[in-house]
């Protein structure tokens, strides 16, 4: 059984009552009372511990203090100490606002004795611990509901967070998808591409090789140098397709590599023009021109080798009963332009929008050999580049390559 004694906080500004009070308190045997007696309020209001005592025994009516203002002043400096009302007023209306700001019971000086002021005393304590352990449990309660709302915020954060991954994933997975199948049509293209156009010049090889073989010795030296020269030109075509292939093949795959280098580009441009000249006959014509101060610029050579070589025989192709052929190239402080022209068949405007992509070819090329890839490549090169290419082209009336690229600073 606890002994402890009730700490009593007494706050009494008549000493009769103050001392009649006591003397109640000390009628009860079974449980000793530490009474702590204060004449006014100011005395009380001074920090302090709220665990100095159990029960506070408190008149509305003091010299610095009255009515329920007392109430609210004490109740905010104890909010955990028990307050019981000691008044001279009976007042229910009082008693219940009383109540209402914090004080546990009300009594009325004269109409309580000893066993009724020690019963209210230990309710209001008891209340007291009842309203603190309530008031725990609530905040218990409010913080494992915010515990528990974080935590479902949280997952829920984590729930969407593994979602949008699952998304992204799946993205990925069809954007693979589409690749792997767009590679496995592209690598069938190469495939039908390769076989088709590898017949020709192998059926000219064979020809001729199996003619020189059985008849050298009928054929005059003018029908010897014509095989042996459909030989050379149908090997040239081969290792030109073959080049291509593996160029396109490595473009798809992101491998081709970029290497600038300074080049004179007015000498670099008449090579490539001189040494096509040579391969061509005499229906066809090459001119090279250029302006302004296009001396030594930093591209890769053999992406822009292939660039202009694919554009100059593309217009050498495409112009079957020959004609005049311009190369211009121009040169600015930020860029280097330059132009491929002929009067060729031109290009329908219909097929001009698909006519960078692989194996596309313009509707009206007929029976001219060619695979689609030469296009391609050049505007492939030209993006490692950073540049742009444009075309213009009228069915019958030619067609202009325009390539810009941008200056390159090592």
């Known amino acids: 059984m606890d002994t402890s004694p009730i700490r009593v906080l007494l706050i009494e500004d008549d000493l009769g009552d103050a001392d009649l009070i006591t003397e109640f308190l000390d009628l009860v045997k079974s449980t000793p009372f530490q009474i702590t007696h204060h004449r006014c309020l100011q005395e009380v209001l001074q920090p302090r511990n709220q665990d100095a005592y159990d029960v506070i025994l408190l008149d509305l009516s003091l010299p610095d203090s009255f009515g329920l203002e007392t109430v609210e002043q004490v109740y905010k400096q104890f909010t955990t100490i028990p307050i019981v009302i000691l008044s001279g007023l009976e007042d229910e209306s009082l008693a219940t606002i009383a109540v209402q700001k914090g004080a546990q019971d009300y009594l009325v000086k004269g109409d309580f004795d000893s066993n009724l002021l020690v019963r209210s005393i230990r309710y209001a304590i008891e209340r007291a611990k009842i309203i603190q352990l309530l008031n725990q449990k609530e905040q218990q309660l409010e913080q494992a509901n915010e515990q528990l709302e974080h935590r479902v915020a949280e997952r829920t954060s984590e729930l969407q967070q593994a979602n949008d991954q ?89 491998k081709v590599e970029f290497k600038p280098e300074p080049i004179y580009l007015v000498s670099f441009f008449e090579e490539i023009v001189e040494g096509l000249q040579i391969t061509v006959d005499e229906k066809h014509q090459l001119f090279f021109t250029h302006h302004g101060s296009c001396e030594c610029a930093n591209f890769d050579p053999k992406l822009l080798r292939q660039m202009i070589t694919n554009l100059l025989s593309n217009a050498i192709k495409y112009s079957p009963q020959g004609g005049k052929i311009t190369l211009t190239l121009s040169c600015e402080e930020k860029q280097v332009v330059f132009q491929v022209q002929d009067k060729g068949i031109g290009i329908p405007q219909a097929d001009q929008a698909k006519l960078f ?20 490549i050049v505007k492939k090169c030209v993006d490692l580049h950073g540049g742009e290419i444009t075309v213009k082209s009228e069915v019958g009336f030619g067609t202009t390559f325009t390539v810009k690229l941008p200056v390159i600073k090592l």
Do not use: M, W
Request: no cysteine; hydrophobic share 40%.
């Open 166 to 254: 699952l998304r992204t994933l799946e993205s990925q997975l069809r954007l693979a998808l589409a690749q792997e199948q767009e590679l496995s049509h592209f690598k069938s293209r190469i495939i039908s591409t390769v076989s088709h156009e590898y017949r020709t010049p192998l059926t000219t090889i064979n020809s001729s090789a199996e003619i020189l073989e059985r008849y050298l010795h009928k054929l005059d030296e003018a029908k010897q140098r014509k095989h042996f020269q459909r030989i050379q030109a149908s090997v040239k075509h081969l290792t030109a397709l073959v080049e291509d292939v593996l160029f396109i093949n490595k473009a798809e795959l992101e």
């Open 357 to 376: 992509e692989s194996f596309s070819r313009a509707g009206n090329v007929g029976t001219i050999a060619g695979t689609g890839l030469g296009l391609s």
